[in-house]
C-alpha cells in the first residue's frame, strides 16, 4: 500500500507546478469525449482513456463528482511532468526502473487477464 501512495502523495504535492491547457469545465459533466483529449502538457497530449484507466484506480468506492475528476486529471499531468524527467537519470538506474516497469507491466495484464475471467464465468 504505501508503494502506491508515495507516487499519489509526490503528485498531489507538485500539483501547483503543472502548466497544462485543459478544457473548462461545463456546467455539467457530460460524458467524456475519448476523441479529445484529457489534457494538453507542453503540447502532449493525455488521452482521455488514461483518466478513464486512472479513475477506476482512484475511485475506490467513491461516487462520481467533479472532484474526483479532477484529481484523475491533475494525477496525469504531474505523471507526465514527472516522467519527463526520467530519462535524465536512466544511466544511473536504468536497469532497476526497467525491472520495475516489467513487474508492473506483468501485474497489469495479470489484473486484466483476472477482471476478463470472473465476467466470463458469471
Known sequence: ??????????????????QAQTPAPAATAPAVDAS?????VNGKEIPALY???VKREMAQGQSDSS??????????????LLSRRRPRQEAR??????AALEIRRQDQLA?????DYVKATR
Do not use: H
Request: glycine letters at 4%; charged letters at 20%; hydrophobic letters at 55%.
Open 1 to 18: 500500500m504505501r508503494v502506491a501512495l508515495l507516487p499519489t502523495l509526490i503528485l498531489l504535492a507538485l500539483a501547483p507546478l503543472a
Open 36 to 40: 479529445k483529449p484529457l489534457a494538453v
Open 67 to 80: 472532484q474526483l475528476d479532477a484529481r484523475v486529471r491533475e494525477s496525469l499531468i504531474n505523471l507526465e
Open 51 to 53: 483518466g478513464d484507466l
Open 93 to 98: 538506474q536504468g536497469a532497476a526502473s526497467a
Open 111 to 115: 489484473k486484466a487477464y483476472l477482471e
